[in-house]
């Protein structure tokens, strides 16, 4: 059962944080947000990043 939106692009994850895609291209290379590189380009799963995001809202951190 594969969805075709598990894996995001930097700009899918730039509009689904409501930030820059510059600052989601260095939140990964910084190793802030999970992520993983095909070639050059930056990827990232989608459970991956929804998890991130729900530990950073229980922690109350930035």
Known sequence: MSNSHEIMTTKEVADYLHVH??????????????????????RFHRKYLENWIKQKVSLGSK
């Open 21 to 42: 895609p510059l600052t989601v291209h260095r939140y990964a290379r910084a190793g802030k947000i999970p992520a993983f590189k095909i070639g050059t380009d930056w």
